[in-house]
């Protein structure tokens, strides 16, 4: 069983920058994938960025040069930096770890960029 802590979401004015962090409880495995999903206002959930244990990252094109998605294996944990960031980056970011065919969730962390 694995439990996602997320944090670091909170009120921001466009062009700022927000650093998210999840921590993972138990082990982490060489062949789990870790990433942020986001969920907008009455938008469904989307794909923000993923990385592998080795540290091959895939984007979405939203966060493409603006978001960087990285990882420290040793202590369990999984980031998302966000830069630049833009009122349409409004939603609650949820932490995701892929093991096979489990799929794991953190309940979420909300991001507001306002002025």
């Known amino acids: 069983q694995v439990q996602l802590v997320e944090s670091g979401g909170g009120l921001v004015q466009p062009g700022g920058s927000l650093r998210l962090s999840c921590a993972a409880s138990?082990?982490?495995?060489?062949?789990?994938?870790m990433g942020w999903y986001r969920q907008g206002p009455g938008k469904g959930r989307e794909l923000v960025a993923t990385?592998?244990?080795?540290?091959?990252?895939n984007y979405a094109d939203s966060g493409k040069g603006r978001f960087t998605i990285f990882r420290d294996n040793a202590k369990n944990t999984v980031y998302l930096q966000m830069n630049s960031l833009k009122p349409e980056d409004t939603a609650v970011y949820y932490c995701?770890?892929?093991?096979?065919?489990?799929?794991?969730w953190g309940k979420g962390t909300l991001v507001t960029v306002s002025s």
């Open positions: 995701n770890l892929v093991r096979g065919r489990m799929n794991y």
């Open positions: 138990g082990s982490i495995f060489s062949r789990d994938v």
């Open positions: 990385i592998t244990y080795g540290g091959s990252t």
